[in-house]
């Protein structure tokens, strides 16, 4: 028993087999990475020809099961007041990218409160001037922004 080829001679083919199947699998894993071979490849189990890794629906298929499974139940897609205005997304685009470079440094401190460690973010008095924000923790941001549209309302709808 103790000799390699008497233990290789004792295998069934079955069990051969396994072993050979087990060892090209991880041969595949070391040469590609765990990340890139997953296990097993699966298919769409609707179009049956994109590979997926989960839900076993390719993303085309689980947009439209997800769109179905909305109007079947009566729930729209977004409702309407969530449409963004493109100046506040542009201006958030580019605060965002002007932070990941390094242009603008964001805080440790809430410029409103002076908080520090909370969640610092930055709020647009003037979406035109993108990089001209004030940095405030969550909580200021919220009321500011409650503050802002009320304001707005009131604008809108004088008595």
């Known amino acids: 028993m103790a000799d390699g080829r008497t233990l290789r001679t004792s295998l069934t083919p079955e069990h051969r087999q396994r ?16 990340e890139s071979c997953p296990e ?37 897609e977004r409702p309407t007041d969530w449409v963004e205005d493109p100046k506040k997304v542009n201006a958030r685009q580019k605060l965002r ?8 440094v964001r805080p440790k401190l809430c410029q409103q409160c002076g908080q520090l460690g909370a969640r610092i973010e930055g709020h647009h008095g003037d979406h035109s001037k993108p990089l001209d924000v004030v940095w405030l923790c969550s909580k200021c941001h919220s009321a500011i922004t409650h503050l ?4 707005k309302i009131k604008q809108a709808n004088p008595k």
């Open 40 to 76: 097993p490849v699966r298919l769409c189990n609707r179009c049956g020809c994109k590979p997926v890794a989960h839900n076993y629906k390719c993303a085309g298929c689980y947009r439209s099961y997800q769109r179905e499974w909305r109007r079947r139940r009566g729930i729209l």
């Open 97 to 104: 990218y002007a932070a990941a470079k390094g242009v603008l």
């Open 19 to 34: 072993i050979a199947e087990t060892m090209q699998r991880l041969a595949k894993r070391r040469k590609y990475g765990a």
């Open 148 to 151: 802002d549209h009320k304001r």
